[in-house]
T-cell receptor, first 109, second 113 residues
Framework: GQNIDQPTEMTATEGAIVQINCTYQ??????LFWYQQHAGEAPTFLSY??LDGLEEKGRFSSFLSRSKGYSYLLLKELQMKDSASYLC??????????WGAGTKLIIKP | NAGVTQTPKFRVLKTGQSMTLLCAQD?????MYWYRQDPGMGLRLIHY???????AKGEVPDGYNVSRLKKQNFLLGLESAAPSQTSVYFC????????????FGEGSRLTVL
């Protein structure tokens, strides 16, 4: 079966750095996505990785290792507004997105 | 600058009632999707459409029907609501599958009593 695993919840301190991991087992691979979802709101796109390596976008970076079935989202200089759920999703060989359950990130002052 | 709009935002139904959720997008996107989101689970695809007049089943299609008569609209129907269909429903659209970025509506919270 297809599976996306990510931690259920993480806590970090304002101003610090946090890494959210995602491991996957899917039928084929056509890219990995990270979305941010604030409570009661819609998911919004953060990043897309299809090749191995690190993609940096401001305070957020996303890393992919296809051989290990592994990705992480790195958030730097954490702000209170970063408190949200972070969803990992993989596009399989049929171009369907398989979603993880999400990681709830709690930022403390 | 509407993007993806869902109506209604909230609805309470009794078991056995029917209803339709409407999704409208103004970005001229070909692909549209209906997901449900339940606590502790990832988004699950109900139905999707790759263009006007087309629909296809996703991971959890039972109990739902869809129609895409116009490119900008994607309707999700519940024929006979059941408590197991209590969920938050999200519509999403994208210009192309390869581009990947989905644009989501604000969600519709449905409770079935």
């Amino acid at each position: 079966g297809q599976n996306i695993d990510q931690p259920t919840e993480m806590t970090a301190t304002e101003g610090a750095i946090v890494q959210i991991n995602c491991t996957y087992q899917t039928s084929g691979f056509n890219g990995l996505f990270w979305y941010q979802q604030h409570a009661g709101e819609a998911p919004t796109f953060l990043s897309y990785n299809v090749l191995d390596g690190l993609e940096e976008k401001g305070r957020f970076s996303s890393f992919l290792s296809r051989s290990k079935g592994y990705s992480y989202l790195l958030l730097k200089e954490l702000q209170m507004k970063d408190s949200a759920s972070y969803l990992c999703a993989v596009m399989d060989s049929n171009y369907q997105l398989i979603w993880g359950a999400g990681t709830k990130l709690i930022i403390k002052p | 600058n509407a993007g993806v709009t869902q109506t209604p935002k909230f609805r309470v139904l009794k078991t056995g009632q029917s209803m339709t959720l409407l999704c409208a997008q103004d970005m001229n996107h070909e692909y549209m999707y209906w997901y449900r989101q339940d606590p502790g689970m990832g988004l699950r695809l109900i139905h999707y459409s790759v263009g006007e007049g087309t629909t296809a089943k996703g991971e959890v299609p039972d109990g739902y029907n869809v129609s895409r008569l116009k490119k900008q609209n994607f309707l999700l129907g519940l024929e006979s609501a059941a408590p197991s269909q209590t969920s938050v429903y999200f519509c999403a659209s994208t210009a192309g599958v390869a581009s990947g970025e989905l644009f989501f509506g604000e969600g519709s919270r449905l409770t079935v009593l």
